[in-house]
């Protein structure tokens, strides 16, 4: 992390976020570029149904004493006071000529890639997500981006990690790798259903 991104964590930076700087907005959070860096943006609760912003800070703190992050995965940064409220800083991810990274499935509708390519870059994530026992439980066709390059596409997961609630299961599934696996394999399917490659 470099200091720069590591003062953006401190508790005691309070950001203020604005319209304007709105990404998108999910059922329960919405997404701002950072206005002290637009190379990460934060994630804010909107309404407190399943405490995703609980749910993603537990699990990434966990990964990151497991040592194992998949470089398919967004960065997670810390936490900050906004606002709107607390907010979780994530990198933004952003193609090398500084656009907005498109969607996996929105590339493959546009033809962009064909459909053997993204079979091939969903077995890549998922072997490495298997591997290191990365849990997903909540992940749908627009939160994979690929991330463009002078050398190709990097796929990024930017959402949905973790269990859709925080409690027992989320514990259970970050300390048992066997259980996160199996719960992968299962959300996986239901992902290449929603990306219409199954």
Known sequence: MSSNTSELSTKDTKVFLKEQDLIGQGNERSCFTNPLNKNTC????????????????????????????SPFISEYYGEINTNLGKGLVFEKILDSDGCSSESLYTLMKNNAISLSEAKKILKT?????????????????????????DH???????????????????FLMSNIKSFARRKLKKS????E???ELA
Do not use: C, M
């Open 42 to 69: 934060v994630k804010v609760i909107r309404t407190k149904h399943r405490s995703q912003n609980k749910i993603e800070k537990y699990y990434y703190t966990k990964l990151k004493k497991r040592n194992n992050l």
């Open 152 to 170: 190709g596409y990097t796929p990024k997961i930017i959402d949905g990690l973790g269990t859709r609630r925080y409690g027992i299961k989320l």
């Open 125 to 149: 994530v998922f072997e490495d997500l298997y591997q290191n026992a990365i849990l997903l439980g909540d992940v749908t066709k627009d939160q994979i981006l690929l991330k463009k390059t």
């Open 188 to 191: 996986w399917k239901t992902l």
């Open 193 to 195: 259903v929603d990306l």
